[in-house]
């Protein structure tokens, strides 16, 4: 279960819950019962509801798909940039990039949606959990081998039992060849260090995968905070300092000694990424300052 958390959130995002709260919208999603009991064996890919509404909800409009983990969406109270909670999808450049992009657009472009707040981040971007009706979209992009279960930032271990079933399944990017689908955590570090060497996941566990929130520092409790990205341990590896930035603006490149070069900040979480040459940066999909 997602347990929904306000408190400590930025005044901003604060501000645009209580005005989009009072306007007016649709009829909030009646609460399903809750069952009796929770059978200790994964569910089957398809539709997972809320099961707690006892905090308010954020309600928009998507208005642009950046790619199989990050949308834009339209509060009464303004534009909001959202990142998904628990899931990270393979990058532009990777393969199942472009077909994760085009799933989640396929699912919610254009679709009212409701965000179940579970932090926010130091750019004021929202991270949560993306509710299409009463199906959870982030588990759906799980379910159906379009992301992975982001093992650093898991909130709830669900996501590992929809990752293991997406597998099994042969689902998605579960049916590229072992070394083409790899991790996007382990691809964007890999940008920073060439040493890096990629995991095979083809024989994980959901066992393995519920650890890792153990080993990260994570609770297997759902109600899990996502804290801000410390900027120790994202500093660039051998010549591969071209900062790749992603905000509003879209995907901006910065070279050393470019006006904004040195305020530019790289957050791993948010896709953002280090390159060793302005043509590995356009072909990854970045563009420099206008």
């Known amino acids: 279960m997602v347990t929904r958390r306000?408190?400590?959130?930025?005044?901003?995002?604060l501000a645009a819950m209580a005005l989009s709260s009072c306007a007016?919208?649709?009829a909030p999603i009646p609460t399903p019962s809750a069952p009796a009991s929770?059978?200790?064996?994964?569910p089957p890919p398809v539709a997972t509801e809320r099961v707690d509404n006892q905090q308010p909800v954020l309600v928009g409009y998507v208005t642009k798909v950046t790619d199989g983990d990050t949308i834009k969406v339209q509060l009464s109270s303004g534009p909001i940039t959202v990142r998904f909670d628990s899931i990270d999808a393979p990058e532009a450049d990777q393969s199942w990039g472009g077909e994760a992009?085009?799933?989640?657009?396929?699912?919610?472009?254009?679709q009212e949606v409701a965000l179940d707040v579970v932090s926010q981040d130091r750019y004021e971007r929202l991270v949560a959990v993306v509710y299409l009706g009463d199906e959870n979209i982030n588990g759906w992009m799980v379910q159906q081998g379009h992301a992975w279960a982001y093992r650093e930032y898991l909130s709830d271990?669900?996501?590992?039992?929809w990752e293991g079933i997406a597998r099994a399944s042969g689902l998605g990017l579960w049916g590229l060849a072992p070394d083409r689908r790899v991790a996007p955590w382990e691809w964007r570090r890999a940008k920073r260090d060439q040493?890096?060497?990629?995991?095979?996941?083809?024989?994980e566990t959901d066992a393995n995968c519920v650890a890792s929130m153990s080993r990260q520092g994570r609770s297997s409790s759902p109600a899990v905070t996502r804290p801000a990205t410390p900027e120790a341990g994202y500093q660039p590896t051998g010549d591969c300092r071209i900062k790749g930035n992603i905000s509003d603006n879209g995907r901006i490149y910065h070279l050393p000694g470019s006006p904004s070069y040195d305020q530019t900040k790289i957050d791993e979480s948010?896709?953002?990424?280090?390159?060793c040459t302005e043509d590995e940066a356009r072909a990854a999909g970045w563009r420099p300052p206008r």
């Open 270 to 275: 948010k896709g953002e990424r280090w390159f």
């Open 38 to 42: 929770v059978e200790p064996v994964a």
């Open 24 to 26: 007016t919208g649709p």
């Open 101 to 110: 992009t085009a799933a989640l657009s396929g699912r919610v472009a254009g």
């Open 195 to 203: 040493q890096t060497r990629f995991t095979d996941y083809s024989n």
């Open 157 to 161: 271990p669900q996501y590992c039992a």
């Open 6 to 13: 306000v408190a400590g959130l930025a005044v901003p995002l």
